[in-house]
Antibody
């Protein structure tokens, strides 16, 4: 059974770069789209972007200038980098799998809280 | 891209039915049958309960029913149960090859 686990710093200073990694276990990265979604405290879900196993990416237009997604097939991991963070980027960050057969996010990590504060 | 529009909350008594609307535009909900619904309980990750407008993943009760007309999708929960209390989000693929979520609807079982 495929499982996802986010990892990375829980605290990031304003103007710095947020870096998170999602480790995929129980299955291969190939053949799927891999996604980051975030949820500010008490608020709704925001789609950040996806990366296909081939390396193709798509980003939320509102975040595109600050976000990049990378894939490391040798480690079965994918990562998120978000630059120039502010307090508005404080959120729980989820990694998830987008399956084209359902066109839905079918597997999610448990989420990791990232706070932007000095 | 703008978030899809959902009512903030709906409520119903056990056994009743509730319907949650999800209004988008011709750039997302109206363009594709690629609407999904997610159920999120406090402190947990969302779980997909409907995909491609009206399909249920294995294990999701048939009390959950999805539909779509034009730019609006809907989720109906029939035979409401206490365990259905959660926040529900719709999501849709867009013409820009991106995804967008609704703001979420809290379902309360009275």
């Amino acid at each position: 059974q495929v499982q996802l686990q986010e990892s990375g710093p829980g605290l990031v200073k304003p103007s710095e770069t947020l870096s998170l990694t999602c480790s995929v276990s129980g299955g291969a990265i190939s053949g799927y789209y891999w996604v980051w979604i975030r949820q500010p405290p008490g608020k709704g879900l925001e789609w950040i972007g996806y990366i296909f196993y081939s390396g193709n990416t798509s980003y939320n237009p509102s975040l595109k200038s600050r976000v990049s997604l990378l894939l490391d097939t040798s480690k079965n991991q994918f990562s998120l980098k978000m630059s120039s963070v502010t307090a508005a980027d404080t959120a729980v960050y989820f990694c998830a799998r987008l399956t084209s057969s359902w066109d839905a996010f079918d597997i999610w990590g448990q989420g990791t809280m990232v706070t932007v504060s000095s | 891209q703008s978030a899809l529009t959902q009512p903030p909350s709906v409520s119903g008594s056990p056994g009743q039915s509730v319907t949650i609307s999800c209004t988008g535009t011709s750039n997302d909900v109206g363009s594709y049958d690629r609407v999904s619904w997610y159920q999120q309980s406090p402190g947990t990750a969302p779980k997909v309960i409907i995909y491609e407008v009206n399909n249920r993943p294995p294990g999701v009760p048939d009390r959950f029913f999805g539909s779509k007309s034009g730019n609006m999708a809907s989720l109906t929960i029939s035979g409401l149960q206490a365990e259905d209390e959660a926040v529900y989000y719709c999501g849709s693929y867009t013409v820009r090859s991106t995804y967008v979520f609704g703001g979420g609807t809290r379902v309360t079982v009275l």
